[in-house]
């Protein structure tokens, strides 16, 4: 058996934990990615601040539970290059099993369909039995991101309806549409699924 840096793989991306040493990888990709995330999320520019960003990602599946959130980079199988990033937030276990999530592509991959396979990879091992174990996961958008309603739409997530003033965003609170899926609903894209 041939050792894989990656949690879950699919044809062109596989899903591995943030290291502390891919600062310097994630932020220029963050600063090309400037136009693209624009008004909607805008991650650590600076290795400082990815160091601060990602250090409670970096505990894992095991830190989850302490820390309530873990991510996840979507990198591309080929060349390694980080392709974008899926966090969950917000874990609660015991009988809710539930989990926010957070992502962005970065511009050289948008558009390939490499943040769909990641995020339905996200999707598989948040809800394996051998991964988060998660019941459900929501995804928060705002009504004008198009691209990120099409991304989890076609995975198979559900509108649940409308946040006002859900989120505060770049100095204003933000409309948020809610998203969801369960362990039960099927998605598209999704390779194993145990929840």
Not at 9 to 26: H, K, M, N, S, V
Not at 77 to 97: D, Q
Not at 187 to 193: D, K, M, Y
Request: proline share 6%.
């Amino acid at each position: 058996m041939s050792y894989s840096p990656y949690l879950a793989e699919g044809g062109r991306i596989g899903l591995r934990p943030y290291r502390p040493t891919d600062g310097a990888e994630f932020t220029a990709r963050v600063r090309e990615s400037r136009e693209l995330h624009h008004p909607w999320l805008s991650p650590p520019e600076s290795v400082e601040a990815y160091e601060a960003y990602a250090a409670p990602l970096i505990a894992g599946a095991a830190g989850a539970a302490a820390t309530g959130r873990t991510g996840f980079l979507v990198c591309e199988r080929e060349s390694g290059a980080i392709a974008g990033f899926v966090n969950v937030n917000n874990i609660v276990l015991g009988a809710f099993r539930c989990g926010a999530l957070g992502y962005g592509a970065f511009a050289h991959a948008a558009g390939r369909g490499l943040m769909r396979e990641g995020l339905g990879l996200a999707v598989g091992h948040a809800f394996a039995a051998d991964g988060l174990a998660l019941h459900r996961l929501e995804a928060n958008i705002q009504p004008g991101n198009a691209a990120s309603i099409a991304l989890v739409r076609g995975l198979g997530f559900r509108l649940e309806g409308l946040s006002p003033d859900f989120l505060h965003v770049k100095g204003a609170w933000r409309d948020h549409e809610r998203w969801a899926i369960t362990a039960e609903m099927p998605c598209p894209g999704v390779p194993h699924r145990t929840g």
